[in-house]
């Protein structure tokens, strides 16, 4: 009888423990390295955003250059319309007698 115990202790210990190992453990390990997987991929989204924000921010001061010169040449064009529109007077007071 001892040893029929002794037979049915080792087996179940020797599928047992595999099995425990298998249903308990490894989900639990999988779960841990989704986690740990999840945040390496939230960090490489928000890098990869960021890069695309610093190459925006790069392209800017060409923008702006480009931007100040329209600006000036419609000062320049406005400033012109309103010389022409403008009767000139010469020769101060005198002229407009």
Do not use: C, N, W
Not at 11 to 38: F, K, N, Q, S, W
Not at 72 to 89: G, H
Request: glycine share 6%; aromatic share 6%; charged share 30%.
């Amino acid at each position: 009888m001892e040893s029929t115990f002794k037979f049915v202790f080792v087996m179940l210990t020797l599928i047992g423990m595999p099995m425990t190992i298998m249903y308990v453990l490894a989900p639990l390990a999988r779960a841990i390295g989704h986690r740990l997987e999840g945040a390496h991929a939230a960090d490489r989204g928000e890098l990869d955003a960021l890069r695309a924000e610093v190459e925006m921010l790069r392209d800017l001061p060409s923008r702006v250059a480009d931007l100040e010169d329209r600006v000036d040449f419609a000062e320049r064009t406005l400033q012109r319309q309103r010389d022409e529109a403008m009767p000139v007077l010469r020769g101060g007071t005198d002229a407009a007698r």
